[in-house]
């Protein structure tokens, strides 16, 4: 039960800087009309500015440290951890040997997906549930990385939304949210 209330509320923690997209729930296919309307929210919505991470010290003393600690394992060693190399053939979830580190580049904190410009992490808890035109709908940050996992990552298979790989990919994002 602890585990599960810590996914829901990685999964559905706001920001100042996310849309509220009611009354759409997510994974709702919009007509041009909502889209629009959600697309026109988003755009005006606050954005936070960026700020450069320059160390992971503060996971350490953080209260989810060990998650996050392993949702950079995966995102930076995903091939081994989550892919083709792993050891374990049921946590094969990657359909090929890159790493998310491979385009969502390491900047000055050599954590991935923190380089300014080259693919960050560091505002997808603030960017998401967003609206997808690509599917005319509402997706959240779970399901954004699983469509990584399905297209970007050689035809992967969708990391469950319970498995301890999500739940440390958002525990990661929403540690980079509040280092701002």
């Not at 000055?108 to 998401?128: E, I, K, R, W």
């Not at 699983?146 to 939304?161: E, F, H, Q, Y």
């Amino acid at each position: 039960m602890k585990n599960f209330i810590a996914l829901v509320s990685i999964l559905f923690s706001t920001s100042v800087f996310s849309i509220d997209i009611a009354p759409y729930q997510e994974g709702q296919r919009l007509n041009n009309k909502q889209a629009s309307e959600l697309q026109q929210r988003y755009k005006d919505r606050e954005q936070q500015p960026w700020k450069e991470i320059t160390s992971s010290g503060a996971i350490k003393t953080h209260k989810n440290a060990e998650l996050i600690q392993y949702g950079i394992q995966v995102l930076d060693k995903t091939a081994e951890t989550i892919g083709p190399l792993s050891k374990d053939k049921s946590k094969r979830y990657s359909g090929n040997a890159l790493n998310c580190s491979s385009c969502h580049l390491k900047g000055p904190s050599q954590l991935p997906g923190t380089m300014h410009d080259a693919l960050p992490f560091t505002n997808v808890s603030n960017d998401y549930p967003q609206f997808r035109s690509r599917g005319m709908s509402v997706i959240t940050a779970a399901a954004r990385v699983n469509g990584c996992m399905t297209r970007s990552m050689g035809d992967g298979k969708i990391l469950p939304l319970d498995s301890v790989e999500m739940k440390s990919i958002l525990a990661y994002y929403d540690w980079l949210r509040r280092r701002y």
